[in-house]
T-cell receptor
């Protein structure tokens, strides 16, 4: 199974953009790129996902490299509430199997 | 508030007790999941149910026994647990991606978990 690599931790200032990187050099053509986050004392929460094209939703943007070997989750204006562990996950199309990597712990400073 | 409800939120039990964790969703999802999460670690997949049938068992010890009595409910029966089983147990649900015609990939929806402590 393809693996993802993320930095252990990142810091950001409130109201500034945050770019969270993820490397997935062994990604296959049928792998979707998912991002989830886990706020303290809560279950993981879906953020965004994509296959080949960049994606935007109300929470974030997902930029996918042309060769799909890396992706970046973009939070346009970080708030204190965005402090969480962010997980980049590969999930095969038409497969219920979803496994978490170590994730990036994001700290947002006021 | 999440759309996946887990009860109880906290559970303390002895190693000889039998207890059950419950999970409920009313989103019409036909895939349901159990994950185990130790402190400061990512969630680890334990079981996956697809249309009320067990489809993935990640070599979980038999002291954990899952059950999916209907499309809305998922249980995890616990018996003779060990102290190292203390963890946060997370339930999730999603559209069943193995069904043809589901189309685009679908996210999982998680509950807030049951925090289990084994004395």
């Amino acid at each position: 199974d393809a693996k993802t690599t993320q930095p252990n931790s990142m810091e950001s200032n409130e109201e500034e953009p945050v770019h969270l990187p993820c490397n997935h050099s062994t990604i296959s053509g049928t792998d979707y790129i998912h991002w989830y986050r886990q706020l303290p004392s809560q279950g993981p929460e879906y953020v965004i996902h994509g296959l080949t094209s960049n994606v935007n939703n109300r929470m974030a943007s997902l930029a996918i490299a042309e060769d799909r070997k890396s992706s970046t989750l973009i939070l346009h204006r970080a708030t204190l509430r965005d402090a969480a562990v962010y997980y980049c996950i590969l999930r095969k199309y038409n497969n219920n199997d979803m496994r978490f990597g170590a994730g990036t712990r994001l700290t947002v400073k006021p | 508030d999440t759309e996946v409800t887990q009860t109880p939120k906290h559970l303390v039990m002895g190693m000889t007790n039998k207890k059950s964790l419950k999970c409920e969703q009313h989103m019409g999802h036909r895939a349901m999941y159990w994950y185990k999460q130790k402190a400061k670690k990512p969630p680890e997949l334990m079981f996956v149910y697809s249309y009320e049938k067990l489809s993935i068992n990640e070599s979980v010890p038999s002291r954990f026994s899952p059950e999916c009595p209907n499309s809305s409910l998922l249980n995890l029966h616990l018996h003779a647990l060990q102290p190292e089983d203390s963890a946060l147990y997370l339930c999730a649900s999603s559209q069943d991606l193995k069904v043809k015609g589901t189309g685009r990939d679908q996210p999982q929806h998680f509950g807030d978990g049951t925090r289990l402590s084994i004395l």
